[in-house]
């Protein structure tokens, strides 16, 4: 018990969570808990000493959120374009020095629908090339991998209120990683890539979240041909979906989703047909 006669949580503090107290109101008399919510600050990125983009974050994996971030936008490639990298010391901003000293922050930003406050840079009206990778998964390998990944978020079990992305093969969870926004944890899925050496190119993208258009601007980034929320997508990323080759799927449960653009990786075409 604690010092108030709350129940101490019976499991170890996780980075990124902090502790808690409230009350529960339910069927039964009102009960204090010592519980978790999750960790949020202030985060900022800082290209060759220029501050880039400052938003709302969990203050964690912060150096694959920036590596990831500035990789979603265009502005990096590989790791080789990185010069140097530091996190400050009160962690909560990464400076990183490009070996391309000319660059220059854009001038036009967009303020996405992104929980956390999300920022990109890139023109969500632009054309781009259709992703033509060769992939297929059945809805029972979709259902099973969000499962796995809802059993994963390690956060999410001990304070909920925290988003969960993972990239997948259609049989095996390969990164998983949770931020406040749906939109950091593809940043962080990209940037634990990139310092891991796996290709993103032609995996299977899962997310928690709601499916927009800077969510499916980022999933165009990462090369992912089929992506799926346990959520709704908006029309515009349906619609940037079906012209990028993308097969989106939403509401995806143990027995039941919603095929929104590109079937054909997903069922056979007697099945859509009848």
Same mark, same amino acid.
């Given at each position: 018990m $604690?010092?108030n006669?709350?129940t %101490?949580?019976?499991i170890?503090k996780?980075?990124?969570?902090q502790p ?11 009960q ?7 960790e949020e600050?202030? @985060?900022?990125i800082?290209?060759?000493?220029s501050?880039?983009a $400052?938003?709302?974050?969990s203050?964690r994996d ?5 590596? &990831?971030?500035?990789?979603n936008e265009g502005?990096?490639?590989t790791?080789?374009? @990185? ?8 962690n #909560?901003?990464?400076d990183?020095w490009?070996?391309d000293?000319?660059?220059?922050k854009?001038r036009?930003f967009?303020?996405t629908? &992104?929980?956390?406050?999300g920022? #990109?840079?890139?023109d969500?009206s632009? +054309?781009? +090339?259709?992703? #033509?990778?060769? /992939?297929?998964a059945t ?5 099973? /991998?969000m499962?796995e990944m809802?059993l994963?978020a390690?956060?999410?079990? %001990?304070?909920? &209120?925290i !988003?969960?992305a993972?990239l997948? #093969?259609?049989? %095996?969870?390969l ?5 406040? &926004?749906? !939109?950091?944890?593809?940043d ?5 890539a990139l310092?891991?050496g796996?290709e $993103?190119?032609?995996? @299977?993208?899962?997310t928690s979240?709601r499916?927009s258009?800077?969510m ?7 090369g992912?041909? @089929? ?7 908006t029309s ?5 979906a079906?012209a990028w080759?993308i097969? /989106? ?5 143990q027995?039941?989703?919603r095929?929104?653009t590109?079937?054909?990786?997903i069922?056979?075409q007697?099945d859509? +047909?009848s």
């Amino acid at each position: 018990m $604690t010092s108030n006669g709350s129940t %101490q949580p019976l499991i170890e503090k996780l980075a990124g969570v902090q502790p808690a107290e409230y009350i529960t109101v339910g069927v039964s008399a009102p009960q204090d808990v010592a519980g978790w919510v999750v960790e949020e600050a202030q @985060i900022c990125i800082s290209v060759n000493g220029s501050e880039l983009a $400052t938003f709302m974050a969990s203050p964690r994996d912060l150096k694959p959120m920036a590596l &990831g971030f500035l990789a979603n936008e265009g502005i990096i490639q590989t790791l080789d374009d @990185i010069r140097h990298l530091h996190l400050a010391k009160n962690n #909560t901003c990464v400076d990183i020095w490009l070996h391309d000293t000319s660059f220059e922050k854009p001038r036009k930003f967009i303020i996405t629908a &992104g929980c956390g406050g999300g920022v #990109t840079f890139d023109d969500l009206s632009a +054309e781009h +090339e259709p992703l #033509t990778a060769d /992939l297929r998964a059945t809805p029972e390998q979709l259902a099973s /991998l969000m499962r796995e990944m809802h059993l994963g978020a390690e956060l999410y079990q %001990q304070a909920r &209120g925290i !988003h969960t992305a993972v990239l997948a #093969t259609p049989t %095996q969870l390969l990164l998983q990683k949770e931020d406040i &926004g749906r !939109h950091n944890c593809l940043d962080k899925l990209r940037g634990a890539a990139l310092l891991a050496g796996l290709e $993103t190119e032609g995996k @299977i993208l899962l997310t928690s979240g709601r499916i927009s258009s800077e969510m499916i601007n980022k999933a165009r980034r990462l090369g992912t041909p @089929i992506v799926c929320s346990r959520t709704s997508p908006t029309s515009l990323s349906v619609a940037l979906a079906d012209a990028w080759n993308i097969t /989106l799927v939403a509401y995806l449960r143990q027995d039941r989703m919603r095929i929104y653009t590109h079937p054909e990786r997903i069922l056979d075409q007697k099945d859509f +047909e009848s």
